[in-house]
């Protein structure tokens, strides 16, 4: 049974830093990319990061690049993203997702971990 | 920033049959973009339906299909089921910028 399970989600004030964790299980996850998605409350979904599945290519959308670092250990089936600068709008839940392969695209996801950036 | 648009909201009747499309600001969605589909119902985590424009996963019902349709990708649901009420998103990847539509919210009458 492949399984996603986000943690590190957390209350912080505008400017701290997070670090987020997904721990995977069920599947190779060296073979495969990995993508964060957040949702806003109340809002839609919006791609946040992909990294490849030997590290060599990542992805950020524009609203957190230079804020957010995506990273993996391959040893520990574990995908990271660590983010700084926190603002207001960072606020959201963040799934983590399997990413694109020949046969698949995000076709798995976690339940989330909730970040809340207020003071 | 590319801007996906799917309609904010449609209705159908149980039964009945309805399209959902996903339209890109830079032009013609084409199977270059590698369109997705997700299914979220409130609560819960999406759930993937269709990849690559419309290759079904083993858990996608037979209504569900997808399609490139008049320069946009489209989701259409024949004889929906009242559990087909939901929000759906789009997804297409353009270079390295994967960009979600702003979601289509179902609603099964």
């Known amino acids: 049974e492949v399984q996603l399970l986000e943690s590190g989600g957390n209350l912080v004030p505008p400017g701290g830093s997070l670090r987020l964790s997904c721990a995977v299980s069920?599947?190779?996850?060296?073979?495969?990319?990995m993508t964060w998605v957040r949702q806003a409350p109340g809002k839609g979904l919006e791609w946040v990061s992909a990294?490849?599945?030997?590290?060599?290519?990542?992805y950020y959308t524009d609203s957190v690049k230079g804020r957010f670092t995506i990273s993996r250990d391959n040893s520990k089936n574990t995908v990271y993203l660590q983010m700084n600068s926190l603002r207001a709008e960072d606020t959201a839940l963040y799934y983590c997702?399997?990413?694109?392969?020949?046969?698949?695209?995000?076709?798995?996801w976690g339940q989330g971990t909730l970040v809340t950036v207020s003071s | 920033q590319t801007v996906v648009t799917q309609e904010p909201s449609l209705t159908v009747s149980p039964g009945g049959t309805v399209t959902l499309t996903c339209a890109s600001s830079t032009g013609a969605v084409t199977s270059g973009y590698y369109p997705n589909w997700f299914q979220q119902k409130p609560g819960q985590a999406p759930r993937a339906l269709i990849h690559s424009t419309s290759n079904k996963y083993s858990w996608t019902p037979a209504r569900f299909s997808g399609s490139l349709l008049g320069g946009k990708a489209a989701l259409t649901v024949s004889g929906v089921q009242p559990e087909d009420e939901a929000e759906y998103y789009c997804?297409?990847?353009?270079?390295?910028?994967?960009?979600f539509g702003g979601g289509t919210k179902l609603t099964v009458l």
């Open positions: 069920g599947f190779t996850f060296s073979n495969y990319a």
């Open positions: 990294i490849s599945a030997t590290s060599a290519n990542i």
């Open positions: 997804l297409l990847h353009q270079g390295g910028v994967v960009v």
């Open positions: 997702t399997k990413g694109c392969s020949v046969s698949s695209c995000y076709d798995y």
